[in-house]
């Protein structure tokens, strides 16, 4: 009988533990923190579109809004990103009109430069896709 209590006991508290995982995704979600709503997707082991979704926002978040070229690194490695999949989300960030219109410092190829925040994007994605292309090529001989 108490084997049978502390069954039930630890099945009522992983379920309220996925319930507490479950609203903390929706809040960071909500709140756009796309990193941690990636995170707690997998967690859940929501489906893969989903979690791919998320993944996808989190890299166009660090790419277009902090411009964390670093980070976004970090992600395209973490994440699993082709080339092919980070050229349509670089196309598709480069499509929003207000990414042209903002310019700031840049030090990304080693000198201080003032570029578009468009134009940081296009530079750090070229690299980044060669390197993935490179890889990619490597993998598959």
Not at 10 to 38: D, I, L, M
Request: glycine share 4%; net charge negative.
């Amino acid at each position: 009988m108490e084997a049978r209590e502390q069954m039930t006991n630890s099945t009522v508290a992983a379920a309220c533990g996925q319930k507490e995982e479950r609203e903390e995704f929706e809040r960071e979600r909500a709140r756009g923190n796309f990193v941690r709503a990636a995170s707690l997707a997998q967690q859940l082991s929501l489906d893969e579109q989903t979690v791919r979704e998320l993944q996808r926002a989190a890299l166009g978040q660090f790419l277009a809004e902090f411009q964390n070229f670093e980070g976004a690194a970090k992600l395209i490695e973490d994440y699993g990103f082709t080339a092919e999949e980070l050229h349509q989300l670089v196309e598709q960030q480069l499509a929003r009109p207000e990414l042209a219109a903002q310019r700031a410092f840049s030090l990304f190829s080693g000198k201080p430069e003032h570029l578009s925040i468009a134009e940081q994007i296009r530079r750090f994605a070229e690299q980044q896709i060669s390197r993935l292309k490179k890889r990619e090529r490597k993998q598959s001989s």
